[in-house]
T-cell receptor, first 112, second 112 residues
Framework: EAQVTQNPRYLITVTGKKLTVTCSQN?????MSWYRQDPGLGLRQIYY???????DKGDVPEGYKVSRKEKRNFPLILESPSPNQTSLYFC???????????FGPGTRLLVL | SQQGEEDPQALSIQEGENATMNCSYK?????LQWYRQNSGRGLVHLIL?????REKHSGRLRVTLDTSKKSSSLLITASRAADTASYFC????????????FGSGTQLTVLP
């Protein structure tokens, strides 16, 4: 089954404790991206990747890192999480950037 | 990827009625996509319409695109309670092949 998986689905952590949210797709897609969704603000892009070893900042990259060492994986790293990073996070992938986006189920993060 | 304009922000209708949501934009586009999001879940692709197309159908969904007015609409006919969700338009901007622009979404509530 074609899908995008994210782990963990729920995470409660404390300020400053490094964490990684994994994202994996099994569709051999070139384009992958991370979004955060906050009430009243819609989806905002954090980082995106056009292909392996090619990543770029989206609209709200501060406080986040990504890597794309393999085509299928695109982890999101929070080196020192802060409460303002409490949000619902989505990973998405597509064959090309402006084609149909396949979204993961979301990761709900709470930073205390 | 700045927010687009979606109208209305919220819509409440009775089961069986039609629901129309609109999306307006300011720059040229390559294509426009509509997605549905059930509460707290990942977005699900509904329809993609290219800039040289005027109308597309998928089941009870009808999407129109008017590039001269820079607007698109999503019509859901004979709505059901299960159609209750947020609906987003996502534009593939024409100026840069790397850009996707998300609308702010319309929250549709279908009352049984």
């Amino acid at each position: 089954e074609a899908q995008v998986t994210q782990n963990p689905r729920y995470l409660i952590t404390v300020t400053g404790k490094k964490l990684t949210v994994t994202c994996s797709q099994n569709m051999n897609h070139e384009y992958m991206s991370w979004y955060r969704q906050d009430p009243g603000l819609g989806l905002r892009q954090i980082y995106y990747s056009m292909n392996v070893e090619v990543t770029d900042k989206g609209d709200v990259p501060e406080g986040y890192k990504v890597s794309r060492k393999e085509k299928r994986n695109f982890p999101l790293i929070l080196e020192s999480p802060s409460p303002n990073q409490t949000s619902l996070y989505f990973c998405a992938s597509s064959r090309r950037v402006q084609e149909t986006q396949y979204f993961g189920p979301g990761t709900r993060l709470l930073v205390l | 990827s700045q927010q687009g304009e979606e109208d209305p922000q919220a819509l409440s209708i009775q089961e069986g009625e039609n629901a129309t949501m609109n999306c307006s934009y300011k720059t040229s586009i390559n294509n426009l996509q509509w997605y549905r999001q059930n509460s707290g879940r990942g977005l699900v692709h509904l329809i993609l319409i290219r800039s040289n197309e005027r109308e597309k159908h998928s089941g009870r969904l009808r999407v129109t695109l008017d590039t001269s007015k820079k607007s698109s609409s999503l019509l859901i006919t004979a709505s059901r309670a299960a159609d209750t969700a947020s609906y987003f338009c996502v534009r593939g901007d024409g100026g840069s092949a790397r850009q996707l622009t998300f609308g702010s979404g319309t929250q549709l509530t279908v009352l049984p």
